[in-house]
């Protein structure tokens, strides 16, 4: 089955402590992406990926890294979490043929930082 | 710049009505528009896409939506709502000028169907 999968799903962690939330496709797309959606704001962009070790910043990108060292997976890493970065997040990927593309979403991750 | 605007939070229709959702944008280029929904616990589930030709656009679960150049809009509609089509929908656009895949997305409207 095609799809964007997410770990972990939910995530309870305490300011300071560094995480890493996986983000893996199995649809060979070529372009990847990572946003949070906060209530009243919709989603929005954190980092994006054209292809392997090819990646840039979003419209929010402070107090996150990625990394895209092979095809399939891109991590969103967060090495000093504080509260404000408590949010709903999904990552995404799309075949980069042409730019009306349509996107696939994991199902998300919940990120509470206390 | 690129933007989105859904101008309502929240939606309420009932049953067997139909469904107008709003959605209005700007893109310096031509646009790409495109309908997402998210059902509870779930990720964003495309629906429709408008890039070019017929400005009525159909799409998943009976949706359609009606591109309108001078009203910069692309609003989701559909003739008979269901009660399963209560959910979040995001309207979201790329301009299709720079042949990127920069998307901007609305903040998102909640649509209640009541039975």
């Known amino acids: 089955e095609a799809q964007v999968t997410q770990n972990p799903r939910y995530l309870i962690t305490v300011t300071g402590k560094k995480l890493t939330v996986t983000c893996s496709q199995n649809m060979n797309h070529e372009y990847m992406s990572w946003y949070r959606q906060d209530p009243g704001l919709g989603l929005r962009q954190i980092y994006y990926s054209m292809n392997v070790e090819v990646t840039d910043k979003g419209d929010v990108p402070e107090g996150y890294k990625v990394s895209r060292k092979e095809k399939r997976n891109f991590p969103l890493i967060l090495e000093s979490p504080s509260p404000n970065q408590t949010s709903l997040y999904f990552c995404a990927s799309t075949p980069a043929g042409t730019s009306y593309n349509e996107q696939f979403f994991g199902p998300g991750t919940r990120l509470t930082v206390l | ?115």
């Open chain 2, 1 to 115: 710049a690129q933007s989105v605007a859904q101008p309502e939070d929240q939606v309420n229709v009932a049953e067997g009505n139909p469904l107008t959702v709003k959605c209005t944008y700007s893109v310096s280029g031509n646009p790409y528009l495109f309908w997402y929904v998210q059902y509870p616990n779930r990720g964003l589930q495309f629906l429709l896409k408008y890039i070019t030709g017929d400005n009525l656009v159909k799409g998943s679960y009976g949706f359609e939506a009606e591109f309108n150049k001078s009203q910069t809009s692309f609003h989701l509609k559909k003739p008979s709502a269901l009660v399963s089509d209560s959910a979040l929908y995001f309207c979201a656009v790329r301009d299709g000028a720079t042949g990127g895949f920069k998307t901007i997305f609305g903040a998102g409207t909640r649509l209640f169907v009541k039975a």
